[in-house]
């Protein structure tokens, strides 16, 4: 008999730490980033990939905050970013530092984009649809994303991004596409969500990153109207 209580002492106090801990897991709470740029950049750094440095002028390359165009909220800021697409593969792309996470832990990310798109449904052009033949991609990685020349001059990222519509890379995936669910050629607000995690460095610096690369052989502009990002410890 004193045997049989003692193991049960045990296992009650065992089912005790254990349900504890799952306790401390679920009541970690969620780190919100909100942007809209409506009072600057915000700590976000706009740049450009998969292009030739030696005729950079003939992509066209814009980037910086303006307000939404017509028929939409002319009132409200937006990061826009622009580009002829010349090279069947142009990498469009928006990144912010985040500090103050805990070292070497990994982070799940829930993304919802706000993006102002032209890009018809449906639509044809040379290399693919404007719409959805440009993917839309999310990711976090421990190093700052850069765009930087090869030996022929020719920009490439230092991480491995997504690939068009819509082919993963390690370190974002894609999560939609440009069409803006419309037969015309005029700018409509598109939702965009998607979840990716990533491990920070040993600062607890992440960094975010969201982006369009392109298939479709012409112009891409996309206006960025809010970015929401959730991050949650695994």
Not at 6 to 23: D, T, V
Not at 177 to 199: H, Q, V, Y
Request: hydrophobic share 35%.
């Amino acid at each position: 008999m004193k045997k049989y209580f003692i193991i049960s002492g045990l296992l009650s106090l065992a089912i005790l730490l254990l349900n504890s801990c799952e306790k401390d897991n679920s009541d970690q709470e969620s780190i919100h980033y909100s942007f809209n740029f409506n009072d600057g950049e915000d700590g976000w750094v706009a740049g450009f990939s998969e292009y030739n440095g030696d005729s950079e002028d003939i992509y066209e390359l814009e980037e910086g905050l303006a307000m939404l165009p017509a028929p939409l909220d002319e009132s409200k800021q937006a990061y826009k970013i622009s580009g002829m697409n010349r090279s069947d593969d142009l990498f469009m792309f928006l990144t912010r530092k985040i500090t103050g996470l805990k070292a070497n832990t990994i982070y799940s990310g829930d993304f919802t984009l706000n993006i102002a798109s032209e890009a018809i449904t449906g639509g044809v052009g040379a290399g693919g649809a404007p719409g959805e033949s440009v993917g839309v991609g999310i990711g976090l990685v421990n190093k700052e994303p850069l765009s930087e020349p090869d030996e022929d001059n020719f920009y490439e990222m230092n991480i491995d991004k997504i690939q068009q519509c819509c082919t993963d890379g390690k370190d974002m995936i894609v999560v939609g596409d440009l069409a803006n669910g419309t037969s015309k050629n005029i700018f409509k607000m598109i939702k965009r969500s998607g979840e990716f995690s990533g491990r920070t460095d040993d600062e607890g610096n992440l960094w975010i990153i969201v982006g369009t690369d392109s298939g479709y052989e012409g112009r891409t502009t996309v206006y960025y109207s809010q970015i929401d990002v959730v991050l949650n410890e695994r």
